[in-house]
């Protein structure tokens, strides 16, 4: 059960923000230092690390090749699809990059009276990394909110895991 903590706007949160902080146990030790060394693996092995931990801890067996899908295999699955599922899918893929095109801004420059130029640069990431919760079957609607936006502002690259 989630406890909720309420206080007062006359009232400093300060107080009951220390108490919710001291509640937390923290992370283990064995665990960060368990984290750390699995990064240092990935940083300095790169894909031949992910195999081997992949293999370990999902019982998952794949090469660097394998963890690629390629453009026909997706193609495949979306023809595969339940026709009302694929229209709800690309339905809700239009309502959502509707939604994030109203949203997305440009840049914009003016100059002063004395030649100094002000403004306001927009500049999407070059690359992002989406993961899509796998559980029984991937989350669709994760993988729409999370690419359309990306695609919307401009990314170059979007690398999905699950």
């Known amino acids: 059960m989630i406890d909720i903590i309420s206080y007062s706007a006359a009232e400093s949160p300060v107080g009951k923000l220390a108490a919710i902080l001291d509640r937390r146990d923290g992370q283990p ?8 060394e699995i990064l240092r693996q990935v940083r300095a092995s ?13 019982g998952v067996t794949m090469t660097p090749q394998s963890m690629r899908v390629s453009a026909k295999a997706l193609a495949d699955a979306g023809e595969a699809m339940d026709p009302a599922l694929l229209a709800a899918v690309r339905a809700a893929a239009a309502n959502i990059r509707a939604f994030h095109q109203k949203q997305h801004t440009n840049s914009w420059f003016t100059e002063d009276g004395d030649g100094v130029i002000l403004g306001k640069r927009v500049t999407p990431l070059r690359r992002v990394g989406i993961c899509v919760p796998g559980g029984q079957a991937p989350l669709i609607s994760s993988l729409l909110m999370a690419a359309i936006p990306a695609q ?5 690259e979007i690398c999905v895991v699950t």
């Open 29 to 36: 030790a064995d665990v960060e230092v368990a984290v750390q």
């Open 46 to 58: 790169g894909d031949a690390a992910v195999v081997e931990y992949t293999s370990r801890f999902d």
């Open 152 to 156: 919307v502002a401009g990314v170059e």
